[in-house]
C-alpha cells in the first residue's frame, strides 16, 4: 500500500508516495516562503468526534432530527429522538432492531386499534412527581393525576394488545418487540382508582376525598360568604361617598377597595394603596372573620397534604414499576415518531446488510472484469440483491419536507383568507442510485448547479436513516450497507433552496460587483486558485476522513481536487480516489470538474462514472443521474459527461460579454479532444453493454424455456398419476357394485328355489296322505331332511365329503366339499359355483 504526503510551497502541492503497510494516510506538511521567525502553523488531527461532528453537520443531520423529533408527542420524547438520533452509535444488531421497533410500530397504527400518542399526558409532571417520590417529597394534585394517566394509558395499551392477540395469535409476534415491551410492566390499578377516587380531572383534590377535607372547605365557603355580605352592607352604607367602592379580596384577606386616595368613614386598617389614587382598606368589623378564613383555608391546606401524603406513600410502594413504565412510554414515543415520520412522507423499510470487513464481497465482480453498467435505460438490470447499494427513486429528505410544508402553509392561507389560489411549488425530483458491487469509488461529475451535492447528502442522509432506525425515502426495493460511520467533505456555500451550487453563488456575486467596481470585482474573484491556509485546511479535513475511515465507511467528497491549479488537483485528486479504492473506505462518492478523474474508470473497474443532466435554458437541475454515459440535455443539443458548462452559466447569470468572449478564446479546443476520447470509450461500453444486456436476455429466455418445459413434464405425469388413480377407484366400485348385485340375485334364486322345494313336497305329502301310512314310499324316505331322518332313526350320521345329495334350497344335487358341523353348514359345488348351504336344507 501506499501513503500520501503533500506538501505546501507557495500553494505549489508536491505529491510523492511511500509505502507505509498496509493503511493509506495522508501526511500533509506546510512549508512556509517566508524567511521571517513566525513558526509555520502545525498540524495537529481532530478527534475522530470531531471529524464526524463536521460530517454531520455539512449534512444537515441535525436539521432532519428536528424534523423527526416533531413528531414525538411529549416534550421529554422530542429530547429522548434527537439525542437517540444524533448519536449515531448503533452497531449493526442495534439497527436491525430499531428498524424492527418502527416496523412494529407502522404495523399498530396501520392496525387501528392502538394509541401510541401520549399528547393528552404531561411527561414532565410525571417525570418531577417521580422525582419527589424518590427524594420523599410529597406529589402535588397534578403529577398524581398525570402518574395515573399515564398507567391508564399503558393499561388500555396492553388491553388492546390483548384484545388482538385473542383476534389473532400471530399479532404477538407481528408486533414485536413492541409486544414485549407494553406487556412486560405490571400496571398497579389500586393506584389509579385511588387517584381517580380523590382528584377530579382538573387536578384538584375532590371535596369527598376526606370528611375533614369536606367540613375544611365548607367552613371556607361559609366565613366566606359572611364577609362578602358584610362588606356589601358596607358599601350599601356609603352611597354618601362620592369614590366608587368595590368588594375585593387582597393577599387571601376581603377588603374594600376605593377609586381615589380620599379616606372613607368606614372604620379599618389601610392595607395597600395604589399609584393611581386608589385604596384598599379592610373594616374592623371583618378582621375577625378574616383571621377565621385564614384558618379555616390552613385546615384545607392541612387536609390537602395528608391526602397528597397518602398518595405519594402509595406510589412510593411501587415506584419502580411506575418509573419503568415513565421509561417504556418515553422508548414508545421515540418509536413512535420514526414511524409517524415514515409513514407520512411515504418511506420504505430499507433492506440493510453488514457488508465484509476488508470490503471485499465473494459474489462481487473479480477485479479484472467489468462493472455491469447501472443504467436505468439498459434492457436488463441486475437483481436487487446484486448491487452494493440500491436506492430507487431516492428524495433528500430536507427538500421533500420544505415542500410539504409549503404546501401546508399555502393551504393555510387558502381556507383562511378564502382565496382561489392553487397551491404552487413544483415538488423535489427524485433520484435512482444503483451502484453494482465491485464498485468503491463513484466519481460524480457534471454542470454546475446541476445537483451533484444533493446527491451526496441523499445518500449520506439515506444511510444514516437506516442506520438510525428510520426508514429512508426511496421505493419499496431499497437495500444499502451497513456503514459505521459517514463522513463528508461538502461546502457549507451550497444553496439547495435557490437550487444553485458555489459556482452559481459566486457568479451572482460577481456579477453585481463588476458594475459597482469592476477592477475590485476582479482582483477579489480567483476560482481556480485558492491562499495556502484555505487549501491547507482544507486538505486538514481530508487528512481526518482518510485515516478515520475503515473498511465498512461511506465517505462523501464534494469538488475534489479543486481549490488549487487543475493539474495538480487532479492529479491529487486521482491519487486520493486511488488510495480510497485500495484499501480505503467500502464506498467513497466524489463529485468533481477534473476531466481526467473520469478516465480512471477505463483503467481500474473499481471506478464508476456518473454524470448529472441539466436544462441550461432554465438553469435548472433534472436531478435525473445518467450512470456511465454522456449527459443529454433535455432541452438543448447532448452534452459530454461531466462537462460543466460554466461560460453558458456565467454568461446567463449576467458576467459582461468580453468576459464570456474571452473565456471561450482560452477554452480552446482542449476539452474537445478529451471529451471525444470519453465519448469514443463510452460508445465501445455502449456496444459491450448492449452485446452484455442481449446473451444475458437469451440466457434468461433458454432458462424460462427449460423451466416451462420441466413443469409441462411435472405436469404431465402428474395427470398421468391422476388418471390411473381415477381408473382404478373406478374399476373399484364397478367391481363392488357387480358383487353387490350378484349377491342380491342369488339370494332371490335362493329364496324362490327353496319356496319351490317346499310347494313340491308339500304337494306330493298331499297326494299320498290316504296311503298306506305303515309303509312310506322309498321317495319320501329320500326326500327328507338328513336331520329329521336321523332323529327318527337315532342316527347321527352326516355327509361326507364327495357325496352327491339334494338340497332343497336349490333344487338341485350337489357335491359336498366340506362339512362344517359345528355351523350345521357344508360347502358344496354347483357346477363352477362353490358355496355353503345349511344341513337343514340337505335331503338324504
Known amino acids: 500500500m501506499q501513503a500520501l504526503s503533500i ?130 417529597m410529597s406529589l402535588r394534585a397534578d403529577q398524581a393525576l398525570e402518574v395515573a394517566s399515564l398507567l391508564r394509558f399503558f393499561e388500555n395499551l396492553q388491553l388492546d394488545l390483548k384484545a388482538a392477540i385473542k383476534q389473532d395469535g400471530d399479532w404477538y409476534k407481528r408486533f414485536m418487540p413492541l409486544s414485549e415491551m407494553i406487556m412486560l410492566p405490571v400496571i398497579n390499578r389500586s393506584f389509579i382508582k385511588l387517584v381517580e377516587q380523590v382528584i377530579d380531572v382538573d387536578g384538584k383534590i375532590k371535596d369527598s376525598a376526606s370528611s375533614d377535607l369536606r367540613l375544611s372547605r365548607e367552613r371556607v365557603q361559609t366565613v366566606e360568604r359572611k364577609l362578602q355580605q358584610l362588606l356589601e352592607a358596607i358599601v350599601r352604607s356609603q352611597k354618601a361617598n362620592e369614590s366608587v367602592m368595590v368588594v375585593a379580596e387582597i393577599d387571601g384577606r376581603w377588603c374594600i377597595q376605593t377609586s381615589s386616595s380620599q379616606l372613607t368613614s368606614v372604620d379599618g386598617l389601610l392595607l395597600s394603596s395604589g399609584s393611581g389614587g386608589g385604596t384598599a382598606s379592610e373594616p374592623i368589623a371583618a378582621v375577625s372573620m378574616n383571621d377565621e378564613l385564614q384558618s379555616a383555608r390552613a385546615s384545607v391546606a392541612k387536609a390537602e397534604a395528608e391526602i397528597l401524603s397518602m398518595l405519594t406513600a402509595k406510589m412510593q410502594m411501587d415506584l419502580d414499576q411506575i418509573d419503568d413504565v415513565m421509561k417504556y412510554s418515553i422508548q414508545l414515543d421515540v418509536i413512535n415518531a420514526r414511524a409517524t415520520y415514515s409513514r407520512a412522507y411515504g418511506a420504505s423499510h430499507p433492506d440493510i446488510y ?100 444533493i446527491c451526496l447528502k441523499s445518500v449520506g442522509l439515506a444511510a444514516m436513516m437506516a442506520k438510525s432506525g428510520l426508514y429512508v425515502l426511496a421505493s419499496e426495493s431499497a437495500r444499502l450497507p451497513w456503514f459505521d460511520n459517514i463522513y463528508a467533505d461538502i461546502g457549507d456555500e451550497q444553496s439547495l433552496l435557490q437550487s444553485l451550487s458555489t459556482f452559481s453563488g459566486h457568479l451572482k456575486q460577481i456579477s453585481v460587483s463588476l458594475f459597482l467596481c469592476p477592477c475590485h470585482a476582479l482582483s477579489q474573484f480567483n476560482i481556480c486558485l485558492l491562499s495556502s491556509s484555505q487549501c491547507f485546511f482544507l486538505l486538514v479535513n481530508l487528512q481526518e476522513i482518510i485515516s478515520h475511515s475503515t473498511s465498512r465507511s461511506l465517505v462523501l467528497l464534494d469538488e475534489v481536487g479543486a481549490g488549487t491549479n487543475p493539474l495538480e488537483g487532479a492529479a491529487l485528486g486521482m491519487a486520493i480516489l486511488e488510495s480510497f479504492a485500495e484499501s480505503g473506505s467500502l464506498l467513497t462518492m466524489a463529485t468533481t470538474h477534473h476531466g481526467e478523474l473520469k478516465m480512471l474508470k477505463y483503467s481500474n473497474s473499481a471506478f ?31 452534452c459530454l459527461s461531466g462537462r460543466s458548462n460554466a461560460i453558458n452559466i456565467a454568461e446567463r447569470l449576467g458576467l459582461p460579454c468580453d468576459i464570456i468572449n474571452s473565456a471561450r478564446e482560452l477554452y480552446g479546443s482542449a ?33 424460462e424455456v427449460h423451466e ?106 350337489v357335491t359336498v366339499l366340506k362339512v362344517e358341523q359345528s355351523k350345521k353348514e357344508i360347502l358344496v359345488q354347483v357346477g363352477i359355483m362353490k358355496m355353503k348351504v345349511k344341513l337343514a336344507d340337505v335331503v338324504a
Open 708 to 813: 416451462n418445459l420441466l413443469t409441462a413434464e411435472k405436469n404431465i405425469n402428474n395427470h398421468a398419476t391422476r388418471e390411473r388413480l381415477k381408473m382404478r377407484q373406478e374399476l373399484t366400485q364397478a367391481g363392488s357394485m357387480a358383487r353387490s348385485t350378484l349377491r342380491r340375485t342369488l339370494q332371490q334364486f335362493r329364496v324362490s328355489a327353496a319356496q319351490s322345494s317346499r310347494s313340491k313336497v308339500a304337494t306330493q305329502l298331499k297326494t299320498t296322505k290316504d296311503g298306506d301310512n305303515a309303509t312310506p314310499s322309498p321317495s319320501m324316505v329320500a326326500r327328507r331332511p338328513v336331520s329329521e331322518d336321523s332323529a327318527q332313526k337315532g342316527n347321527t350320521k352326516l355327509p361326507e365329503i364327495g357325496d352327491s345329495v339334494f338340497v332343497s334350497s336349490l333344487g338341485k344335487k
Open 608 to 638: 464508476e462514472n456518473a454524470c448529472m443532466e441539466f436544462d441550461d435554458l432554465n438553469l435548472k437541475p433534472t436531478f435525473k443521474i445518467l450512470w456511465g454515459v454522456p449527459a443529454l440535455k433535455r432541452f438543448t443539443k447532448p
Open 354 to 453: 453488514l457488508p465484509p470487513e476488508d470490503g471485499v464481497d465473494s459474489e462481487s465482480l473479480s477485479a479484472g472484469e467489468p462493472s455491469p453498467a447501472n443504467n436505468f435505460s439498459g434492457e436488463e438490470s441486475l437483481p436487487r440483491k446484486e448491487w452494493l447499494l440500491y436506492l430507487p427513486r431516492c428524495y433528500h429528505p430536507l427538500l421533500l419536507h420544505q415542500h410539504k410544508k409549503r404546501i401546508r402553509k399555502k393551504q393555510e392561507a387558502v381556507k383562511y383568507h378564502k382565496t382561489a389560489d392553487t397551491v404552487s411549488g413544483a415538488p423535489p425530483v427524485p433520484a435512482d442510485f444503483q451502484i453494482a458491487k465491485g464498485t468503491r469509488v463513484l466519481v460524480i461529475t457534471g454542470p454546475n448547479t446541476g445537483g451533484k451535492t
Open 671 to 703: 476539452s474537445a479532444e478529451i471529451n471525444e476520447v470519453i465519448l469514443d470509450m463510452e460508445r465501445y461500453k455502449q456496444d459491450y453493454q448492449r452485446l452484455l444486456n442481449e446473451s444475458r436476455r437469451y440466457i434468461r429466455i433458454s432458462r
Open 7 to 136: 506538501t505546501f510551497c507557495n500553494c505549489a502541492l508536491l505529491l510523492r508516495r511511500n509505502s507505509v503497510g498496509n493503511r493509506n494516510r495522508v501526511n500533509l506538511s506546510f512549508i512556509s516562503s517566508s524567511s521571517s521567525s513566525s513558526s509555520a502553523p502545525t498540524l495537529i488531527c481532530r478527534s475522530k468526534s470531531k471529524s464526524q461532528t463536521d460530517s454531520l453537520r455539512v449534512l444537515e443531520w441535525d436539521k432532519l432530527c428536528d424534523v423527526v423529533a416533531s413528531f414525538a408527542r411529549t416534550s421529554l420524547g422530542r429530547q429522548a429522538t434527537k439525542k437517540k438520533l444524533w448519536s449515531l452509535d448503533q452497531s449493526f444488531d442495534e439497527s436491525l432492531k430499531l428498524l424492527e421497533e418502527t416496523e412494529a410500530a407502522i404495523k399498530m397504527l396501520e392496525h387501528g386499534s392502538f394509541c401510541l400518542d401520549l399528547s393528552s399526558i404531561q411527561i414532565s409532571l410525571v417525570e418531577w412527581g417521580i422525582r419527589n417520590a424518590k427524594r420523599k
